[in-house]
Every structure is written in C-alpha cells, then in structure tokens.
C-alpha cells in the first residue's frame, strides 16, 4: 500500500502541470467533444508509458541517445504548428460555449490524432513517466503496485479534468472567454517547443 500511495502521489504532481496534453483535454471537456475517448487515450497512454518505465524500458531508452533527439524534435515541430494554429483561432475569436451546442460536433477521428501527437511526441512524458518514474519505482520491493499507484493517478486526472470542465462552461459562454484560453493554450505549446529546441 505504501508503494502504491508513493506512485499515486508522485504521479499526480508531475502530471498537474499545465502542459499541451493536458490544455487539449481541458478544451475538449469545454466544448463537450469526444471527452470520454480522449480522457482514455490520455489516461491509457499514460498507463503504457509507466508500465514501460517499471518494468526496465527506461535502461534501453538511456542507451539510445538519438531516439531522444528525434522524439524532441519531433514533438517540438508539432507543438508549433499546433501553438499556430491556436493562436490563430484566438486572434479570429467568435467561438463561444452555447448551452444549445451539441456535444461531439468535431471529428473523433482528428481528436484522437491530435490527443495521440500531444502524448506521444511528447519528449517530457517519457521523462516524467519512463524515466523518473521508472527510476523511483526501484526503490520499492513492489514495483507492480507502485506503478498502478501511478497509473491511477493519471486516470484520475484526466476523468477529472474532462469532465470537470464543464463546470467552467459558464464562463466560456463568453466569446471573449475562448480567445483568452487560446491564446494561453497557444502560448504554452510554443513556450514548450521552445524549451525542446533549447534542451
């Protein structure tokens, strides 16, 4: 139990930063589009990465210097393009949150695309979860429960924070709402493209 609430707890803190994977879902449970594929693509993904992680993948990851170089770059070029094209939604504005709107009105399939771009070209995902969090595991004698503690956490995040976006719906009723959240959203992709490109 102990490994489990030490990956529960470690997991949470380094997913709540705001980061592009998790601005995605945030506008998602907004917009009230495809919240449950995406919130499991996120929450899945995130499950693969840590089992990788404790179970030894991250050894190999070390060994491979020019896997993380192309997955920076990468995810780097993508984060841009993405920021681009976000910026350039808050600079058109005119969206707003309706209550007659009905949920799901983008395409499933270029949700999933993009939830899937977002986590895994995602250089710091595989640092957060198959580095650093395969590097804590070691530490207990029950790695399994440690890494289901972490596990559980990203679950529990993503769920929360997909559908506990529509208690922001209120706000985001307001045209003027939704280019504030572009904009920021935007931002923070090409400040994290930035931070690739820099190393």
């Known amino acids: 139990m102990q490994a489990a609430t030490a990956?529960?707890?470690?997991?949470?803190?380094?997913?709540?930063?705001?980061?592009?994977?998790?601005?995605?879902?945030?506008?998602?449970?907004?917009?009230?589009?495809?919240?449950?594929?995406?919130?499991?693509?996120?929450?899945?993904?995130?499950?693969?990465?840590?089992?990788?992680?404790?179970t030894g993948f991250g050894l190999l990851a070390a060994r491979l210097p020019g896997l993380e170089a192309a997955m920076r770059w990468l995810g780097a070029a993508f984060l841009l393009w993405y920021g681009a094209?976000?910026?350039?939604?808050?600079?058109?504005?005119?969206?707003?949150?309706?209550?007659?709107?009905?949920?799901?009105?983008?395409?499933?399939?270029?949700?999933?695309?993009?939830?899937?771009a977002l986590t895994w070209l995602n250089p710091h995902v595989y640092l957060d979860t198959v580095m650093l969090l395969g590097a804590v595991s070691a530490q207990y004698d029950n790695r399994l429960f440690f890494g289901l503690g972490a596990a559980t956490a990203s679950f529990v995040f993503f769920f929360a924070l997909g559908f506990g976006a529509r208690l922001l719906a209120p706000v985001f009723a307001r045209p003027r709402a939704w280019r504030v959240l572009d904009l920021v959203i935007g931002l923070t992709m090409w400040l994290i493209a930035a931070k690739l490109l820099l190393g």
Do not use: K, M, Y
């Open 7 to 54: 990956g529960f707890a470690l997991g949470l803190s380094l997913i709540l930063a705001i980061g592009a994977q998790n601005a995605f879902v945030l506008r998602q449970g907004l917009r009230r589009d495809h919240v449950l594929p995406v919130v499991l693509v996120c929450a899945v993904s995130d499950a693969l990465l840590i089992a990788a992680g404790v």
């Open 85 to 116: 094209r976000t910026l350039l939604a808050a600079w058109r504005g005119g969206e707003a949150l309706r209550a007659e709107d009905a949920p799901g009105n983008g395409s499933l399939r270029r949700a999933l695309l993009t939830c899937l």
